[in-house]
């Protein structure tokens, strides 16, 4: 079968790929691009773009479209041939020595001219033609392995050579590292796609939206380069990592030449004097008051600061002006309304505004309000990826069951869930599949397959995660120093590939000084470096010599293949169980490899029991019962989440008694936690 991508702008073009494609689908197996690729010309700095391209078990044709009779249609071919032919050289999977191992064939189609052997008049002629000249028979690995090269997907993590023994995670990694990667089929039309007017891209965690919007990024400014393109985004430790990528992605792309950042802008959504973002951006260019971070708490709250700011600037911009021409917005599901509403006003009638979210970042409901509501219109493109190409499908089911609370109690399940999303369609759209229909009082059972989870990993699944319930604070440190030097001696996993996520996020920074301090005063063999996000510079995360010990704030939006998650207790939390549940959710999900899941006490023993359950239910999420709308309701009133400052003051307050004598405080504990149980 034939999978058709893209669409050309020129709707003759349009017109003859589609009839082409609908005379050819069912003869061919492999791909047919419209409109794609487009490469800069390094001479003329003019974007070159292909028609078309047939890449097919029967053979890779590169198709020329135009309406105008040319004096040379040879000239035209052979640029395009050599621009292809470079960039398939360049990768060593299509050689075999100094040729590719296929045959690059190029035709024109031109209906004001006289048929040749290598022009064509209409799509009759051109299937006619690719009967005649297409006489391969090349197996379906090379045809992927030609679709990546075509799509410049492969290498889209960064490939280094690592220094790996058999036998070990390092290994491993290193395999994963050189799998030959494609953009599946919604991937490139995300890709591709024309975002006249709004574009919604969105899918799970590590579903690959932010490559996406890189990758559509760098083809917006090959295709239009003096457009005034902006990528922004939320949490400023990404900044490096999406620099880096559209950077990279560009130059292969390019041969080599740099974009142009004058009109390539990647700034944070929020910014300061001394670090650009888009809102300081706007107030500077409208001549109107700036807040920072404090200020803005102070006016308009902690959980309302950005939006208040974003509000505050709509009221106070008399007339807007097109400021950019198109506007890419990564972590969409963090920033409020009133920031999209900026963003479309600065753009002009076409309203070219692309953003990509986490569709269930919170599992109680879809991250997003529905466009209607965001815009007060309805969306052109909507594009759900399905495929998670981060996490193994393991790591996921058990970031889910956690999350929502699913195994807190079995035989009274619909009443001890946390939190469950609102639709019942959403399973379908993340990539679960289920043998019956998901409804009301339903017993279903959610599981993922490898199209939704490829497993590139290819390692036992029960291996991935594992749950450490230890004795005390100074324990799990213990432990955790010992598996962190198991995997850096033993397994041979890079330095950088280890990331810690404290899940005590009020006193993380405590945490830290006391992993040094016990890293350093015991004096253990090995030295090991390590590291906090954010000492040097807002967007410093990964070292190459140092372990990153991080918040959970910062650590979203990042990636190791080994996560470690320590004070993991705190997301049992009774008086917030919505947001710690999220929060240790989005803990697990930075993992492209292996969890390790550390904690102490009472709480932990809890989270131990779910884990459990996970194993025992094979990876599965298990509804004894699947809860009805008015189910759903009831769990969302019975979870609610109490305020940030009443948490912070029963926390210090349980800090406080635990220093009394063990007789008193097991007296006061008694009452107290009885008062956390009518909270």
């Not at 590719?100 to 008049?121: A, M, P």
């Not at 109107?288 to 709509?314: I, P």
């Not at 016990?518 to 967007?539: D, R, S």
Request: glycine share 4%; charged share 30%.
């Amino acid at each position: 079968m034939l999978e058709k991508i893209g669409k050309n702008d020129n709707s003759e073009s349009q017109r003859i790929i589609e009839s082409f494609y609908n005379q050819v689908k069912d003869v061919y197996d492999g791909f047919l691009y419209a409109g794609y690729p487009i490469y800069n010309d390094m001479f003329s700095e003019e974007p070159v773009k292909v028609d078309s391209i047939l890449i097919s078990n029967r053979g890779v044709l590169i198709i020329h479209i135009t309406q105008q009779n040319l004096v040379s249609f040879e000239d035209v071919q052979d640029n395009l041939y050599n621009k292809i032919e470079v960039k398939m050289k360049s990768y060593k999977f299509l050689l075999n020595k100094r040729s590719l191992l296929f045959d690059l064939n190029v035709v024109s189609v031109c209906e004001n001219t006289q048929s040749t052997d290598n022009v064509v008049k209409n799509a009759r002629e051109l299937v006619e033609y690719c009967q005649k000249n297409l006489n391969d028979n090349i197996e379906f690995e090379l045809v992927k392995k030609i679709n990546s090269a075509v799509q410049e997907a492969y290498g889209l993590g960064k490939r280094e050579n690592i220094d790996f023994e058999k036998g070990t995670k390092s290994e491993l990694i290193s395999n994963m590292n050189n799998i030959i990667e494609t953009h599946d089929t919604r991937q490139m039309e995300a890709i591709l796609a024309d975002p006249v007017g709004i574009q919604r891209i969105r899918g799970m965690a590590g579903s690959g939206k932010t490559i996406v919007l890189a990758r559509k990024a760098v083809e917006l400014h090959t295709a239009h380069p003096e457009w005034k393109i902006l990528v922004t985004y939320n949490t400023r430790s990404v900044k490096p990592m999406l620099q880096s990528l559209i950077d990279r992605l560009y130059r292969k792309k390019n041969n080599g030449q740099k974009p142009n950042y004058d009109n390539l802008i990647i700034m944070h959504g929020w910014g300061s004097a001394s670090s650009p973002g888009f809102y300081y951006y706007l107030c500077k260019y409208y001549n109107v008051e700036t807040l920072n971070l404090n200020q803005a708490k102070m006016k308009f709250g902690s959980n309302r600061a950005f939006e208040g700011v974003c509000n505050k600037l709509l009221k106070e911009i008399t007339h807007f002006k097109k400021l950019f021409d198109c506007i890419l917005i990564d972590e969409a599901q963090d920033f409020p309304v009133p920031f999209f509403r900026l963003c479309l006003n600065n753009l002009d009638q076409h309203k070219r505004l692309v953003y990509a979210y986490d569709e269930l970042q919170k599992l109680n409901e879809e991250a997003m309000p529905t466009p209607n509501k965001i815009f007060n219109c309805d969306i052109e493109i909507d594009t759900p990826l399905k495929v998670s190409y981060r996490n193994q499908s393991s790591v996921i089911v058990t970031a889910h069951a956690i999350g929502m609370g699913i195994y807190r109690d079995l035989d009274n399940q619909n009443e001890n869930l946390v939190q469950i999303p609102e639709s019942n369609d959403i399973w379908e759209v993340i990539g679960y599949e289920s043998d019956n229909e998901v409804r009301a009082h339903q017993e279903i059972n959610l599981y993922r397959t490898k199209e939704t989870s490829p497993d590139y990993l290819n390692t036992d699944v029960n291996s991935l995660v594992k749950i450490y319930k230890l004795k005390d604070n100074d324990d799990q440190y213990e432990k955790l120093i010992e598996l962190i030097r198991k995997d850096i001696a033993k397994e041979k996993v890079p330095v950088k590939e280890v990331m810690i996520i404290d899940m005590d996020t009020l006193y993380h920074k405590n945490n830290y000084s006391n992993l040094k301090f016990i890293i350093n005063g015991k004096g253990v063999k090995g030295k090991i470096n390590v590291h906090l996000a954010g000492t040097l510079h807002p967007e410093d995360f990964s070292r190459d010599d140092s372990i990153v010990y991080s918040s959970i704030l910062r650590a979203k939006g990042n990636e190791t293949f080994v996560v470690y998650i320590v004070n993991s207790q705190e997301s049992m939390s009774n008086l917030s169980p919505i947001k710690t549940r999220n929060e240790l959710f989005t803990a697990i999900t930075r993992s492209k490899g292996w969890v390790n899941i550390l904690g102490y006490g009472e709480k932990m023993q809890n989270l131990e029991n779910e884990f459990n359950k996970v194993t025992e239910n094979n990876y599965q999420l298990y509804f004894k019962r699947y809860p009805s709308e008015e189910e759903k309701k009831k769990i969302r009133t019975t979870n609610i989440d109490l305020k940030k400052e009443d948490v912070i003051a029963i926390d210090n307050m349980e800090k406080l008694l635990k220093n009394l004598p063990k007789d008193k405080f097991n007296e006061i504990m008694e009452k107290f936690n009885e008062l956390k149980k009518d909270l």
